[in-house]
């Protein structure tokens, strides 16, 4: 299955414009949802309910409750994006950094996301 083109981009956009395609393309869409504040591309067109910024997140209670909260929405904003049949998220967060294991699954079958995010930016680790 074809899951689409998009320019070279995850916490900014890549000079060359380098395009990327298949499951890169997807896991740094999904990767881009979890770095944008919710709402914040709405002038430009995208939906008022595009994103969850992890990087928000850095300096509240990791509890086993807020951690679990925040798998829960990471899974639901990666759903938000078509091509994604299903989510599954492991999170931890450990000295003002937070780790993402995420376990999805698309027309082409499953991969795993690895993210990583500090108080500057959510990084795009793995995707295997």
Do not use: W
């Amino acid at each position: 299955m074809n899951l689409g083109v998009d320019v070279n981009a995850v916490d900014d956009l890549d000079p060359l414009f380098t395009p990327v395609s298949g499951r890169l393309a997807h896991a740094q869409a999904i990767a881009r949802r979890l770095g944008t504040q919710r709402g914040t591309l709405a002038h430009i067109g995208e939906s008022s309910d595009y994103g969850y910024d992890l990087r928000e997140l850095l300096n509240e209670d990791t509890g086993a409750r807020a951690t679990f909260e925040i798998a829960s929405n990471v899974e639901r904003e990666a759903l938000k994006d078509e091509r994604t049949q299903s989510a599954r998220a492991i999170v931890t967060l450990v000295s003002g950094r937070m780790t993402v294991l995420l376990d999805l699954f698309d027309a082409d079958g499953p991969f795993t996301l690895t993210l990583a995010a500090s108080a500057v930016t959510v990084e795009l680790l793995k995707v295997q």
